[in-house]
């Protein structure tokens, strides 16, 4: 039981790059965030999803687009990376949405674009 | 609209010291939940304890206690005889199901450094 896992740990990106970050989880869980950690500013929900086949924007959805073809999976992708999203990438998953269930974070993504 | 304040940005500690680390909500829902996280150095937030808003019970586990006192909308958090495993960002987080989905908004976190 893996549990969360993120791909890749570490990438860097030049502006204008793009690239996928892939989150798994094996808990069966319905539901999946994608949130960005900075210095002082906590974690911020990027997109959420609900179930397969369904996404939702978060906090600060900006340059980012998800997918969730597979239960299992939710990918979050960067078409032009920008300096500003230099950050720490953590996927979350949760059993359901009412609110009382914690959820299960992965080791989380360091991006830094240049 | 919900927030989360944790006042306290870095706290340092010396070991077998005990710690509260504090954390204040704002919300308008009747029903919601609160969460502590532990995020090591090794970087993966872990769960730590949830408490809803209608249980106002005190819980001890082990070292670890909370206080949530719904008058002052805190839930406090307090590590007894700390050890420097104990250090580790924590966050608080609160919770709550509103226009059809979960939001969960965290606190900035608290940095523990517990010195030997």
């Known amino acids: 039981n893996a549990g969360v896992t993120q791909t890749p740990k570490f990438r860097v990106l030049k502006t204008g790059q793009s690239m996928t970050l892939l989150c798994a989880q094996d808990m069966n869980h319905e539901y999946m965030y994608w949130y960005r950690q900075d210095p002082g500013m906590g974690l911020r929900l990027i997109h959420y999803?609900?179930?397969?086949?369904?996404?939702a924007k978060g906090e600060v959805p900006d340059g980012y687009n998800v997918s969730r073809l597979k239960k299992q999976n939710f990918l979050l992708g960067l078409e032009s990376a920008a300096p500003s999203q230099t950050s720490v990438y953590f996927c979350?998953?949760?059993?359901?949405?009412?609110?009382?269930?914690?959820?299960?974070f992965g080791p989380g993504t360091r991006l830094t674009v240049l | 609209a919900q927030k989360v304040t944790q006042a306290q940005t870095e706290i340092s500690v010396v070991e077998k010291e005990d710690v509260t680390l504090d954390c204040v909500y704002e919300t308008r829902d009747t029903t919601y939940y609160l969460f502590w996280y532990k995020q090591p150095p090794s970087g993966e937030l872990v769960f730590l304890i949830r408490r809803n808003s209608f249980d106002e019970q005190n819980e001890i586990s082990g070292r670890y206690s909370w206080n949530f006192q719904k008058s002052t909308s805190s839930f406090n958090f307090t590590i007894t005889a700390s050890q420097v495993v104990d250090s580790a960002v924590y966050f608080c987080?609160?919770?709550?199901?509103?226009?059809?989905?979960?939001?969960?908004?965290f606190g900035t976190g608290t940095k523990l450094q517990v010195i030997p």
């Open positions: 987080a609160l919770s709550a199901y509103s226009g059809g989905y979960q939001k969960v908004t």
């Open positions: 979350a998953s949760s059993y359901s949405n009412r609110g009382r269930n914690e959820q299960f």
């Open positions: 999803s609900v179930g397969e086949g369904t996404t």
